[in-house]
């Protein structure tokens, strides 16, 4: 599950003069172009190396990721303000820059125009770990809605500096731009609206503190007007990040682990991140195998292969609040009428049967026992572990024969073969577990529920038990009933 906030899917054009700023000398508006060409570097550079602008893509070029930000990887916060999400994103973003930024920069000076656009992208994208604290933000949108913000203060300050027909164009058409893309931001899922208003309402004081009258002399003034406000701008923005929601550290490692770990795609759009020793090769089985058996559902899911000398285990973050016990990509192991609304997925009888059921396949793929399955919170926190101490044997093309312990391939060979003689094996799905520890084997058949309390059936299982029981050694044996959950219902012991 990822929040990738692209901050300017769509903008406004707007054509207004630019004739207050062109009439400066050109080599005095240097900031604007520096600052549209380390933007277009950037992306080139990106492009260059194939990326494809997705978030995860994003991270080591440095866009916004709160656990890493908040690890001590601060420089983010700027970084993050020359990245864009691709052409249109990057295409836009500079043409609004040029278009107001050149004008702004005319009005504010050098520096005081360096500042406003600095500060204003940083807040941005503080705003942003506040909301989004897993999602990776990235683009130049709060720094340039700061630029409108001071643009407008300048021109409701300093009355003069831009002649009135002007300056009631431009700030009609910015008055406009602004509601326009507010707007458009909250009809768009992938646009961070925070770091709009963050932006704005950084730029806008920081533009009333900042303007200044297009007349020389007071430069002692004006310096010291411009020292003071950038301490007290360093002092909001240590403030508001002494603030931030703290991260706990199994967070941080399963948001970086998911989101920058190698990884494979399986189906549409699921995702395994493989770590330890696996390999691409081995997720991908992994991730095959469990969409065959239904714990994937190809929706943007994401789970976590590990492989060491020691076992392997999948690792399937999920939705507390979820009726289905779903994962958090969208796959749902179990129908829906089977589960109360009520219980959480790791307390589940039946989707820890789904998962008991399926992790056998799971554990083939892997090509390694012990085998485990995880099941976590989306925070990362460990809820459920099931441990794949069993094997799955098909007999026909439906049935199924699950054994486990001392248990041997053999012997669930000749109980399927023997389900199949005596007719309880008709290729229609059923599941029969056959379990040997020390002494006599233990055999389960699962049910139907409600089935286990007919006399008739309980008669009819004990006569199969009879006639089966020299494929597996013989008596005693013993026989459980369970339900759809694998639940034990009922035992039988035949002697």
């Known amino acids: 599950m990822l929040f990738d906030s692209q901050k300017d899917s769509t903008q406004l054009h707007l054509q207004q003069s630019a004739e207050p700023a062109t009439a400066a000398p050109a080599q005095a508006l240097f900031v604007t172009v ?24 994003m991270v080591p070029w440095g866009g916004n990721f709160a656990p890493l930000t908040e690890s001590g990887q601060w420089w983010r916060l700027v970084t993050a303000c020359f990245l864009h999400f691709g052409f249109l994103h990057i295409a836009v973003n500079m043409y609004v820059l040029f278009q107001v930024g050149l004008l702004t920069e005319f009005l504010f000076g050098k520096t005081r125009y360096l500042l406003i656009y600095l500060a204003a992208g940083i807040a941005g994208n503080i705003a942003g770990l506040y909301l989004h604290p897993y999602g990776v933000e990235a683009g130049a949108s709060g720094a340039i809605f700061g630029v409108y913000g001071a643009l407008l203060a300048h021109l409701l300050t300093v009355r003069g500096a831009v ?47 900042l303007a200044r009258p297009l007349v020389p002399g007071r430069h002692l003034q004006h310096t010291l007007q411009t020292l003071f406000t950038v301490a007290f701008a360093v002092a909001l923005a240590v403030a508001a990040v002494s603030r931030l929601p703290k991260i706990s550290p199994t967070e941080s490692q399963w948001s970086r682990l998911t989101l920058t770990g190698p990884s494979v795609t399986v189906g549409n759009r699921d995702k395994v991140v493989y770590t330890g020793g696996a390999t691409a090769e081995v997720a991908t089985r992994v991730g095959q195998a469990m969409l065959r058996s239904g714990l994937l559902a190809q ?35 179990v129908p829906s009428a089977t589960v109360p609304p009520h219980r959480l997925p790791w307390d589940d009888p039946a989707v820890l049967a789904s998962f008991r059921l399926a992790g056998p396949q ?13 099941m976590l919170n989306t925070k990362g926190d460990l809820e ?31 109980l399927g073969k023997a389900l199949q ?75």
């Open 163 to 209: 002649p009135r027909q002007h300056a009631i164009k431009i700030g009609v058409a910015a008055a406009f731009f602004l509601a326009y893309n507010l707007i458009v931001g909250l009809a768009t899922p992938n646009t961070d609206v925070v770091a709009h208003v963050a932006g704005l309402l950084v730029g806008f004081p920081l533009g009333l503190a």
């Open 299 to 333: 929706s943007d899911g994401i789970v976590v292969f590990n492989q060491t000398a020691a076992g392997a285990s999948i690792s399937i973050p999920f939705h507390a609040e979820s009726p289905l016990g779903k994962p958090t990509g969208g796959s749902s192991p």
């Open 34 to 57: 520096t600052l549209i060409a380390i933007n277009v570097s950037v992306y080139g550079l990106m492009l260059i190396s194939g990326t494809h602008f997705t978030a995860e893509q």
């Open 421 to 495: 003689s005596v007719g309880f094996f008709q290729d229609r799905g059923a599941l029969v577990v056959l379990s040997r520890q020390e002494g006599p084997p233990d055999i389960s058949f699962v049910l139907q529920d409600g089935a286990w309390n007919a006399p008739a059936l309980q008669t009819g299982i004990t006569a199969i038990g009879r006639r089966i029981a020299p494929a597996i050694g013989g008596l005693p044996i013993t026989i459980h009933l369970l339900d759809t959950t694998f639940q034990p219902r009922t035992q039988i012991t035949i002697r």
């Open 384 to 414: 459920r572990e099931i441990p794949i101490d069993w094997y799955l044997l098909t007999i026909g093309s439906q049935d199924r024969v699950a054994y486990s312990g001392h248990a041997t391939a053999a012997e669930a060979a000749a």
């Open 362 to 374: 799971i554990a083939d793929a892997a090509g390694q026992r012990p085998f485990t399955i995880r």
